[in-house]
């Protein structure tokens, strides 16, 4: 069995899903290069947001370890009226600024269905 990851899919089927509720998508590798992206404004620096993004989420991997505690498949940061959630999905991460009235598990679910699984 072989799971693909698309990231196109996952790109195209969030912005279908949620629309202007969605300010930028990034889709990084571990390491923070961006793979892919869509950024609803012009004045984010992608870059800059995968990097930092990936260095906070190796950091909660880290704490979470120290700990003895798995390390996260996913972060959720809640700042005014907006959600930054960062998963990690084959060695890769996925980041996005959404408003907060949208639900977690949609985000999920919309993911979900764009991985393909092929025997």
């Known amino acids: 069995m072989t799971v693909l990851f698309n990231p196109d899919s996952i ?9 202007s509720n969605i300010y930028f998508i990034l889709i ?5 290069s961006v793979m892919k992206s ?7 620096n992608k870059a800059s947001i995968s990097l930092n993004i990936s260095q906070l989420y190796e950091l909660a991997e880290e704490t979470a370890e120290s700990i003895g505690l798995h390390s996260p498949d996913f ?9 930054i959630l960062t998963i ?7 980041i996005l600024l959404t ?5 977690v598990e949609d985000v999920f679910s ?3 269905k764009s991985v393909n699984i092929e025997p």
């Open 38 to 44: 869509y950024i609803n404004e012009d004045e984010f």
């Open 11 to 19: 790109i195209n089927n969030l912005i279908n899903d949620f629309g």
């Open 28 to 32: 990084s590798s571990s390491n923070g």
């Open 88 to 94: 990690k999905l084959l060695k890769r991460l996925i």
């Open 110 to 112: 919309t993911i979900n």
């Open 75 to 83: 972060n959720i940061i809640h700042s005014d009226n907006y959600y």
């Open 99 to 103: 408003v907060d009235q949208i639900k």
